[in-house]
């Protein structure tokens, strides 16, 4: 029926802007504007609750401000709505994200946890000098 295939549509529509939004965050990061990303970032969300990558990058944005418990909730967040193909990288990077609020905080047990479980969901090197750092402390 129309106005079924018109909802569909509108669903459809804010997945697109939220990409599109998620995008503009993510060169606002890579130019160093982490305030700017941050509110892109949640411009997205609000269009996709169920925007996984977009409540990462938040993350990393909330981290970059000196937001750390903000990062850790968006990270987490992250971690539950993770699906599809790209869930393990997405689960990964909020792990590691997570394992750096902690190391910095110097929760180090935690943070080598964490560490531990971005590395379970995805091989990276980053990973496992992460978890070598931490183990020869």
């Known amino acids: 029926d129309a106005q079924e295939s018109r909802g569909l549509g509108d669903v459809y529509k804010r997945q697109v802007d939220a990409k599109s ?4 965050g993510e060169a606002s990061y890579r130019k160093g504007d982490f305030g700017s990303a941050g509110i892109y970032y949640r411009e997205a969300i609000e269009l996709d609750p169920g ?19 903000e990062a850790v909730a968006a990270d987490r967040q992250a971690i539950a709505l993770a699906s599809g193909p790209s869930a393990p990288t997405i689960r990964a990077s909020a792990y590691y994200d997570m394992g750096r609020i902690y190391e910095d905080a110097g929760q180090l047990v935690t943070a080598l946890e964490h560490y531990r479980k971005a590395r379970e969901q995805k091989a990276n090197p980053v990973y496992d000098k992460a978890i070598e750092r931490l183990q020869n402390r």
Do not use: E, M
């Open 21 to 24: 939004l998620n995008q503009k």
């Open 51 to 69: 925007f996984a990558q977009a409540y990462s990058n938040l993350a990393l944005s909330n981290r970059k401000n000196s937001r750390p418990d």
